[in-house]
C-alpha cells in the first residue's frame, strides 16, 4: 500500500492540468469520494494495527496535496477562461506587430529641416492646390511663360475652362502666402509635394518634393545667400564638397542662379551619375524680385531678400541608391519595409 501512495504522489504532482478537461479528469481520479484516495482510506481499515499511524498520515499528505493542486489549477484556469479570455493559451508566444517607420523621402526632408532650423528658419506650408494667381502671377511671371504651359502644369478645371485652380507646379506660391501674412524680418522654409505634367520615366514623376526657403530682412545680400547654402551643403553632403554657382533665370529673382555641388558619389571625378562632368545640380536661387516684394506689400527700398528652392528626391535617390523616382510613391510595403525605424 505504501508503494501505491508513494506512486500515486508522484502522479499527482506530474499531472498536466491545462484545460477544463484535464481538470474534470484530475477529479474523478483522486478526489472524488469514489476516486483513487477515497478508495484508499477504505482500505486503511486491512492495514496491520501497528503500522496505521504511518500509512494514515501519509494517505492525509497524499489527499492535502491533490485537494491542493485541484484549487490551485481552478484558480489559473478561472482567470484564462473569463468571458473575454475564453480558449486563450498564456504559453503561446506573443504575436508580433509590424510598426511602420519614416519614409526615405521623410527621413532626408527631416535632416534637411533639421539644418535650416538650426540655422533659425521657421517653417511654412501652403495649399497643394493653389491659384494661378499665387503660383505663377504674384511671382512676376508674364501672362505668356512658358511655364504655364498645360504642358507643365495640371490645371483643375472642373469642368469650367478658364478655372484658375492648379496643382502647384513649385513650393515658390509659400513664399508669396508667406510675404502677405508676415511683416519681415521673414525666415522660413517650405517644404512639401508639387505637381507637373510631364512624361514619366524613372527619372522624373508627376509628383516629387521641394524644399523652399525665403529671407527678408534689411542689406541682405547675395553673399549672404552663398553662405546659407554653402553652409547647408556641408552639413548635407559632407564637409569637402565644393559649390558652384551658375548664372541663371527665374522671373521671381534677380539675378538669379543655379547651384551644384560636386559630385558626392565620385568626389567630383565624374562618373555615370553626373554624366561624367562631376557636378550635381540642387537648387535654384537668387535675391527676391522687387516686383514680388512690391506684389506682397514689401518695400523693395527698405527690404532685401534672398530665395532658394531645392529638389528633395534625387538626393533621397542618389542617398539610398535607388534607381527609380516612381518607387519613392508606389507604397510598396517590399520596399517600404528595407528602411526600418
Ligand atoms: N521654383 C523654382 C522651380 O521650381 C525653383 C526656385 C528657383 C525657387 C529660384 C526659388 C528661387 O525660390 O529663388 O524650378
Keep these: 500500500m505504501e508503494n501505491t501512495i508513494r506512486s500515486l504522489q508522484q502522479e499527482i504532482i506530474d499531472f498536466e492540468i491545462n484545460t477544463p478537461e484535464a481538470l474534470e479528469t484530475f477529479r474523478l481520479r ?32 497524499l489527499k492535502q496535496s491533490a485537494d491542493a493542486r485541484l484549487s490551485e489549477a481552478e484558480e489559473k484556469l478561472a482567470a484564462t477562461t473569463s468571458e473575454s479570455g475564453k480558449g486563450i493559451d498564456l504559453t503561446l508566444p506573443g504575436r508580433r506587430y509590424f510598426t511602420g517607420s519614416e519614409h526615405p523621402v521623410q527621413k532626408v526632408l527631416g535632416e534637411m529641416k533639421k539644418i535650416f532650423s538650426d540655422m533659425g528658419f521657421g517653417i511654412a506650408t501652403g495649399p497643394e492646390l493653389e491659384l494661378d494667381h499665387y503660383n505663377f502671377d504674384m511671382l512676376n511671371f508674364p501672362p505668356d511663360h512658358p511655364a504655364r504651359d498645360m504642358q507643365d502644369t495640371f490645371f483643375i478645371t472642373n469642368g469650367n475652362a478658364d478655372s484658375d485652380v492648379l496643382l502647384r507646379t513649385h513650393t515658390s506660391p509659400v513664399q508669396v502666402r508667406v510675404m502677405l501674412d508676415q511683416k519681415p524680418p521673414i525666415r522660413v522654409i517650405c517644404p512639401g509635394k508639387v505637381y507637373r505634367n510631364e512624361a514619366i520615366s524613372a527619372r522624373s514623376y508627376c509628383v516629387f518634393h521641394q524644399l523652399e526657403g525665403l529671407y527678408i530682412d534689411k542689406n541682405v545680400s547675395f553673399a549672404d545667400l552663398k553662405a546659407t547654402i554653402y553652409s547647408f551643403s556641408r552639413q548635407m553632403f559632407g564637409s569637402d564638397v565644393k559649390l558652384r554657382f551658375r548664372p541663371s533665370f527665374f522671373p521671381f529673382t534677380e539675378p538669379s542662379a ?84
Design 30 to 61: 483522486y478526489t472524488v469520494r469514489k476516486g483513487l484516495i477515497a478508495t484508499l482510506f477504505g482500505q486503511l481499515k486491512s492495514v496491520e494495527p501497528a503500522e496505521k499511524p504511518r500509512i494514515g498520515q501519509l494517505l492525509n499528505e
Design 258 to 341: 543655379e547651384v551644384d555641388v560636386t559630385c558626392y558619389l565620385c568626389g567630383g571625378k565624374g562618373c555615370r551619375v553626373c554624366k561624367k562632368s562631376g557636378w550635381l545640380e540642387i537648387m535654384g536661387c537668387g535675391m527676391v524680385h522687387p516686383n514680388v516684394m512690391r506684389n506682397c506689400g514689401i518695400d523693395p527700398e527698405t527690404w532685401s531678400g534672398y530665395a532658394f528652392g531645392m529638389g528633395v528626391d534625387r538626393t533621397v535617390l542618389l542617398r539610398y541608391k535607388i534607381d527609380d523616382i516612381r518607387l519613392l510613391f508606389e507604397n510598396d510595403l517590399r520596399m517600404l519595409r528595407q528602411f526600418p525605424a
